[in-house]
């Protein structure tokens, strides 16, 4: 089975960015709808952001304005732009694949292991 990895996390003060990218080894996967996700310590995972196979986006309340999905089917990478970055966006940040565009995290195949993202005030 194809595996996703994702990078880019790291630490920065509120206000910054970061990028998060995940290499999916498997071409297939531009078939797919793509997600990110994230969990915070004591706290449910929740969805972040979703691009479908046609390219349609969907995106938390909390992050619109600020995120950013895209993808790049040619190098089977995803991608999220983070921009104005809070506090509250402090989580472990999750790339996930699925044949269809889940509305609930729990029904999504295939995760990655997850990469830090760390705001401080």
């Known amino acids: 089975q194809g595996q996703l990895v994702e990078s880019g996390g790291g630490s920065v003060q509120a206000g910054g960015s970061l990028r998060l990218s995940c290499a999916a080894s498997?071409?297939?996967?531009?078939?797919?709808?793509m997600g990110w996700f994230r969990q915070a310590p004591g706290k449910e995972r929740e969805e972040v952001a979703v691009?479908?196979?046609?390219?349609?986006?969907r995106y938390a309340d909390s992050v619109k304005g600020r995120f950013t999905i895209s993808k790049d089917n040619a190098k089977n990478t995803l991608f999220l732009q983070m921009n104005s970055l809070k506090p509250e966006d402090t989580a472990t940040y999750y790339c996930?694949?699925?044949?269809?565009?889940?509305?609930?995290?729990?029904?999504?195949?295939?995760w990655g292991q997850g990469t830090q993202v760390t705001v401080s005030s």
């Open positions: 691009i479908g196979s046609d390219g349609s986006t």
């Open positions: 498997e071409y297939s996967y531009s078939r797919y709808c």
């Open positions: 996930a694949a699925n044949w269809y565009c889940a509305s609930s995290w729990n029904s999504w195949g295939r």
